[in-house]
């Protein structure tokens, strides 16, 4: 079966050197270390084009992210099979995984198969900066990888592809399997559960407010399916067995539990206090019962939030437009370049290098060629006008130097 590892590789250089290795086992039908080697670059500028990438970004910890993408010998025997077959199944798979993120990156895969077992099985190297000029987006998930692997090694390249399937969407269905629910990132409840927790705060204040009494606070929050938590059923939840407040109350609604510090920001003691003062006010009506439910809140707010956002689509912008200056085309705002700093000069190239890519462009293109050596070009450039600027403060604090201990000197003779 075709089964996939995903890692994350710090230095590039080190994992180019690797796949450029001698064979590992050589026999009569394997004798080079690479049988087949593909991707979107060309794999000659591959090593220095992600080390300066990766670099671009200077956030990166990993210059890249490997998968290893393995086939059975019923899929791919090594002693009969086609590596340009299997290079394209591994360039299919590099182009699926960055397609569900929503980016492009620079990838190379090298199709091998002199390992011990001789199992057929591809490198894939993906650069680790995309063409949003950032990293891939929360890195690469095993299980998102695995399932974009499934859709791509389809039953036309192995005929127990389909039982993997099968196997892995029994393991997702299933209640308590350790692939139910695993993804990369927070837990999918989270916002759910946080929408839960502000409707029971609100519903919380609103028992406060219509409440003169402990007896009476915890009718209304009854009434709206809270309960105060409590150890045991005869425990007083406001008050200690020394009879001090307790430092929270807890509250307890459709399997959200918060105590009132975290809810409402107050003690027992402060809640007993609001009960207290609204005890004092004059009553005006007689208190009703809380017919307001949290289904009901919810809709109120969403109600607001509508009428909030008509109001603004309403309202029309009286001021006139402001004339927009004319654009430059790519070759005068090149021009316009060459007078700013190396830094700006570079990025600009690198931006534009990065867009060639995407368009499929190679080494064997003109412009692509140009644009890769005057990146390269001002590289060097940039690298020496940071020496430079470091040897000139070298030599003004040596200066400094000299000058304190000359004055120093004169004082003394003075």
């Not at 087949?36 to 220095?48: L, S």
């Not at 830094?343 to 190679?362: D, I, S």
């Not at 450039?381 to 000197?409: C, G, I, M, P, R």
Request: aromatic share 8%.
């Amino acid at each position: 079966m075709a089964t996939v590892k995903v890692t994350s590789i710090k230095r590039a250089s080190e994992r180019f050197n690797y796949m450029q290795e001698e064979a590992h086992f050589v026999d009569e039908y394997v004798g080079s270390r690479n049988a087949e080697i593909g991707g979107n670059v060309n794999p000659k500028i591959a090593p220095q084009l992600f080390d300066k990438l990766a670099r671009a970004n200077g956030n990166n910890s990993n210059d890249l992210y490997q998968i290893i993408q393995s086939f059975d010998i019923s899929e791919f025997d090594y002693k009969d099979y086609d590596p340009k077959v299997v290079n394209k199944l591994g360039c299919e798979l590099a182009d699926k995984v960055l397609k569900d993120k929503g980016v492009t990156a620079p990838y190379v895969v090298y199709t091998q198969a002199d390992g011990a077992s001789h199992h057929v099985h591809n490198h894939i190297l993906i650069c680790n900066y995309t063409d949003k000029h950032k990293s891939i987006p929360k890195g690469l998930s095993f299980f998102k990888v695995a399932k974009a692997n499934d859709d791509v090694v389809t039953a036309q390249y192995s005929p127990i592809q389909d039982g993997l399937k099968a196997v892995r969407e029994y393991h997702e269905n299933e209640e308590r399997s350790p692939l139910n629910g695993h993804y990369h990132g927070a837990r999918r409840d989270n916002k759910d559960r946080k929408e839960k927790k502000d409707i029971l705060a609100s519903d919380v204040k609103l028992a406060l407010s219509r409440s003169r009494s402990r007896q009476q606070f915890e009718k209304e929050l009854a009434r709206l399916q809270i309960r105060i938590v409590r150890s045991r059923t005869d425990e007083d939840g406001w008050l200690t067995k020394k009879g001090k407040f307790r430092k929270n109350i807890t509250f307890y609604r459709d399997g959200i539990k918060a105590r009132s510090s975290g809810l409402l920001n107050m003690t027992a003691q402060d809640l007993s206090e609001r009960l207290e003062q609204n005890a004092a006010k004059p009553v005006e009506k007689e208190a009703t019962a809380v017919k307001t439910t949290s289904e009901e809140n919810v809709n109120k707010r969403r109600q607001k939030r509508l009428r909030i956002t008509r109001q603004e689509q309403s309202q029309t912008i009286t001021n006139k437009p402001k004339p927009q200056p004319k654009k430059l085309t790519e070759k005068e705002y090149e021009k316009r370049l060459e007078e700013m700093p190396l830094a700006v000069q570079l990025k600009h190239w690198q931006e534009k290098l990065h867009k060639l890519m995407a368009k499929g462009k190679n080494d064997s293109d003109k412009e692509f060629h140009n644009t890769w050596q005057k990146v390269m070009q001002l590289n060097e450039l940039v690298a020496d006008e940071q020496s430079q600027k470091a040897v000139n403060t070298t030599q003004y604090n040596k200066y400094n130097t000299n000058q304190t201990n000359y004055s120093n000197e004169n004082d003394l003779e003075y």
